[in-house]
């Protein structure tokens, strides 16, 4: 019997099962299969009785798809989803294809030669992802039997070095001597209520991510630096913004830090401003944390500005002459760094709102002259590969301005985040091209400080006397009870 001529009688079925049928029917689009497709639906909508169900098991490649007009889907368990669209319903399923193809690579394939891959977890009716897992292979092993294991990673943690970073995830997976790792983050705007509900969360999830041969069968060894309630991570939000120059923006306390941390969401994994968090008592003896402003929290801020030591003033051992003009181009920022961080104006510090790339152009052609200039600028565009600075500050005409606009004995800073090893050392050829001498100091092996100078120096004698400001710098901190987290012995050593 043909399924497009049937011979049963009208209104004969409460429900047909399609397994494969529609699929060979229609190979293609062209008009005479769809001519076919057509008798095929008219038949079956026909032997069905008034409510029936027509439930099709196909392959769903996108021009079956387009043919089945329906608009409700159930990707996971639980309730069904209504799209809008038809458009919508084939990005549901192509996202699901793919999710199945990946699935099926962990599964049968060793990924050591890609690096790792990275999924966002979502739940059903939610576009903000609540979970990110990095999975990560140790190269081909001989063991029979595979070891595979989940690194719960706490909220505010995964800004470090260690999880925001793919060398930092690799060290950290070899470092857990197993053959496959799940690293996973705790995305912001959610709220997790303790170590359990997260692995009863993510069971089924990884389950689909363990390789064949793995030792796990229903169990997955869930790791974390501390599995309580407590060491999951707390995220305070206190507020989020959005400005037309700096997007999307959010202000958060990490509870197991004592941070406080100003994040800018185009660029997730990049700290814009960070401080540490002290209680002071208000007006009426209530306490509240503010932001601690004798602490430098990141530590490329520690290192530039012990560098800054070398070219600035001093009339006694107890003070220290300066005036900082600090440029911001967004306004709302400014806002939220008096706001939130206890920032403050007066006659030693002034806030320019500005392109800081125009202000430094403006203040060559003026004759402004700075001792010291420091750049920590985010790049807004992620595709460059460059975190810090914009492209634009590096190019010659601005770093020809910044030259300009030193005094003889005056040192540019300059924070420089790269992964891309080309753009680094690009960036350090049109550096030299402009200063002579400069020092580089690399953190890790994406951030580096670098410090340029406009006036030929030996390059020992130089060194020198950065070793003395560092130590100077050292002395005058502990005097004044201030702190950071650089390794003063590690810097001298790298002089």
């Known amino acids: 019997m043909s399924a497009i001529q049937m011979t049963y009688p009208d209104k004969n079925f409460n429900v047909i099962l399609d397994k494969g049928t529609l699929d060979a029917l229609m190979p293609d689009n062209k008009e005479t299969t769809i001519i076919e497709i057509d008798k095929y639906f008219k038949e079956v909508t026909r032997v069905l009785r008034n409510g029936g169900r027509y439930v099709c098991i196909s392959l769903l490649q996108e021009h079956v798809l387009r043919k089945l007009l329906v608009l409700e889907i159930a990707l996971v368990d639980g309730s069904l989803e209504r799209l809008s669209s038809i458009e919508d319903m084939i990005s549901a399923v192509f996202s699901t294809q793919q999710l199945a193809l990946v699935y099926h690579r962990l599964h049968t394939s060793n990924i050591a030669h890609i690096g790792e891959i990275t999924l966002d977890l979502h739940r059903p009716g939610d576009n903000h992802p609540r979970d990110t897992v990095y999975v ?42 197993r053959d496959r790792l799940a690293i ?58 959005e400005s037309n120059i700096s997007g999307p923006f959010v202000v958060e306390d990490v509870k197991d830090y004592e941070l406080r941390r100003l994040v800018f969401l185009d660029n997730l994994y990049v700290i814009q401003s960070e401080a540490r968090l002290k209680e002071a008592k208000g007006r009426r003896g209530r306490t509240r944390k503010i932001a601690d402003l004798g602490f430098l929290a990141p530590k490329y801020h520690g290192y ?33 760094a008096t706001r939130y961080f206890n920032f403050v104006t007066n006659d030693k ?125 050292d002395k005058l901190a502990i005097a004044r009870k201030l702190s950071f987290s650089i390794n003063i012995a590690r810097i001298l050593k790298s002089l």
């Open 136 to 177: 990560i292979d140790q190269p081909i092993s001989h063991c029979a039997s595979k070891q595979f294991a989940a690194f719960i990673v706490p909220q505010g943690k995964e800004m470090d070095w260690t999880f925001r970073t793919k060398r930092g995830r690799q060290n950290i997976a070899k470092s857990m001597k």
């Open 184 to 241: 996973v983050t705790l995305r912001r705007d959610h709220t997790f209520e303790s170590f359990n509900e997260i692995m009863k969360e993510l069971i089924k999830c990884l389950l689909d991510l363990t390789p064949a041969d793995s030792d796990v069968e229903f169990r997955i060894p869930f790791l974390s630096f501390d599995k309580s309630h407590d060491h999951i991570g707390k995220r305070t939000i206190w507020y989020q913004g």
């Open 304 to 336: 530039m500005v012990g560098y800054v030591n070398a070219v600035i003033d001093t009339e006694a051992e107890d003070e220290i002459l300066l005036k900082i003009t600090a440029v911001e181009i967004d306004n709302a920022i400014l806002t939220i």
């Open 349 to 473: 510090v002034k806030v320019e709102i500005a392109d800081g790339i125009q202000f430094v152009k403006d203040a060559a052609t003026s004759g402004k002259k700075y001792k010291a200039i420091l750049c920590d600028m985010d790049n807004k565009d992620s595709s460059i590969g460059m975190s810090f600075p914009p492209k634009e500050f590096l190019e010659m005409s601005v770093l020809r301005a910044v030259a300009s606009s030193l005094t003889q004995d005056g040192l540019f800073i300059l924070n420089l985040v790269t992964t891309d090893r080309s753009l680094k050392e690009k960036a350090t050829d049109d550096l030299e091209s402009v200063f002579e001498p400069i020092l580089e100091y690399n953190l890790n092996s994406a951030n580096a400080v670098v410090v340029c100078s406009a006036e030929k120096y030996n390059i020992k004698e130089w060194r020198n006397k950065f070793k003395n400001a560092i130590v100077d710098f």
